[in-house]
């Protein structure tokens, strides 16, 4: 039997990010296959684009594991673009950095190869600051010349799965010259509205802010990215032709935060309903000064984000939307 044709991809079409991005796609016309771990996922695939007022009579839904070779040449069969979102993000670190690193670094090869032998244009991948700012520097400013050393001391297994990952997806355009494009998006901690109905990942630190649950607030400092300027970033990778092996850092403008930063925009935004919000931070020295650049994206894919207030502001009001948090609705 002979497909449809289907422009682009998504992996982890099930996920926090992959529903944005496959909202995205079809929000200009494209034509969408998304895999899941298993077909169980596909009706909350759906439903999350509903929500989104997507259209979601041109997707496809098929089973494919970062883990196994199963599945992925029929998912990336006839396609021209791939956006590989799909990555192991864990709610605690595991004691066995393996498994995080060997999914990120074997999915991402396996994603690769299945998309050159089906002749797709190119791959966006979805990386992370991670891969980026996470070995230390006399001065804190990173732009995407950056890499995070993976045997960087005490990092932890996360960030040293993204360094791997995106280092071997390097690796493999240099063994596989020509055949192939690529363009990486190293996005900062990601917040914004989520279309699943269930908590997801950088969520559950809002939630838990929000609520005053957390019992105090880490002394760190980072950067912020809307998730749906995220989503908005591959759309725009996956069509603009000087993107072709190159990678992008995408924060929101202005300043990094801090966890506290985060807690008093949350406490700001729900006014009243936001007395039981934490504040108060947990003892050390203040964070150092930290710059991430974002021109690039700006200037070479035209991708203008959001401001970080709006992005927590839009995160809380979700989180109510979807009773999410245990704060009542706003009227």
Do not use: C
Not at 141 to 168: H, Q, V
Not at 182 to 197: C, D, E, H, K, Q
Not at 207 to 220: F, S, V, W
């Amino acid at each position: 039997m002979t497909r449809a044709p289907v422009k682009a991809l998504v992996t982890g079409g099930n996920g926090y990010l992959g529903t944005q991005v496959i909202a995205a796609l079809l929000g200009q016309g494209t034509e969408v296959r998304a895999t899941a771990r298993s077909l169980r996922s596909e009706p909350e695939i759906r439903d999350a684009l509903r929500r989104a007022g997507a259209d979601d009579e041109r997707l496809e839904v098929v089973a494919a594991d970062l883990t196994s070779d199963e599945g992925w040449a029929a998912a990336t069969e006839g396609v021209e673009e791939v956006h590989h979102v799909a990555s192991p993000i864990p709610p605690t670190q595991p004691e066995d950095p393996d498994e995080l690193i060997i999914p990120a670094r074997d999915g991402t090869r396996r994603v690769l190869d299945a998309a050159r032998r089906a002749g797709a244009r190119r791959v966006i991948l979805t990386s992370s600051f991670a891969a980026v700012g996470y070995s230390p520097k006399p001065v804190r400013d990173y732009t995407e010349a950056d890499w995070t050393d993976p045997d960087t001391p005490g990092l932890a297994p996360y960030p040293r799965s993204k360094a791997i990952a995106e280092r071997a997806a390097w690796e493999f355009m240099d063994q596989h010259p020509g055949e192939i494009e690529l363009v990486v998006l190293n996005p900062t901690f990601i917040l914004g509205p989520s279309l699943v109905a269930s908590l997801r990942s950088s969520l559950v630190a809002i939630k838990a802010i929000a609520e005053g649950t957390m019992p105090a607030l880490p002394r760190q400092r980072f950067g912020v990215v809307d998730v749906r300027d995220v989503a908005d970033a591959h759309v725009r990778a996956a069509a603009t032709p000087g993107a072709a092996n190159r990678r992008y850092l995408l924060l929101a403008d202005g300043p990094t935060t801090t966890w506290r930063g985060v807690a008093e925009a949350v406490r700001d935004h729900l006014g009243p309903a936001g007395a039981a919000v934490t504040v108060e931070e947990a003892p050390g020295e203040e964070p150092a000064p930290l710059t991430i650049h974002n021109e690039r994206a700006k200037d070479e894919l035209g991708w203008r984000p959001r401001p970080a207030l709006t992005t927590i502001g839009d995160t809380v009001d979700n989180l109510r939307d979807l009773g999410l948090l245990a704060i009542p609705p706003a009227s």
